[in-house]
């Protein structure tokens, strides 16, 4: 399997930005049914979960980023979008792609990050 993390760059605080995740590799109907989450990590901390949804829409998300992000997912295209609003400079860290976990725990799958910089 394969995840392809795009979107990431310079933003300003109170700013908008979308992720995109591309999986592929494995058979359609393996990466439908599985998690595809969102996580990142920022100077010297740990990797932390941001959001993750199940191929049926299921949706858990970080607190830190309640009501400013939103996750969704394209099945027939094997996409996972993080839609990111009212950013912070909190923010800013290298986001990844994750596949295979649950809700709230890591699959085995991480694309290559990118990174997101929110500046105030």
């Known amino acids: 399997v394969q995840l392809q993390a795009s979107g990431g760059g310079l933003v300003q605080v109170g700013g908008s930005r979308r992720l995109s995740c591309a999986a592929s590799g494995n058979t359609a109907s393996f990466l439908r049914v599985n998690v595809m989450g969102w996580y990142r990590q920022a100077p010297g901390k740990q990797r932390e979960l941001v959001a993750a949804i199940t191929g049926g829409g299921m949706i858990n998300y970080s607190d830190s980023v309640k009501g400013r992000f939103f996750v969704s997912r394209d099945n027939s295209k094997n996409m996972v979008y993080l839609q990111m609003n009212s950013l912070k400079p909190e923010d800013t860290a290298v986001y990844y792609c994750?596949?295979?976990?649950?809700?709230?725990?890591?699959?085995?799958?991480w694309g290559r990050g990118t990174l997101v910089t929110v500046s105030s």
């Open positions: 994750n596949l295979g976990g649950t809700l709230v725990r890591t699959g085995q799958y």
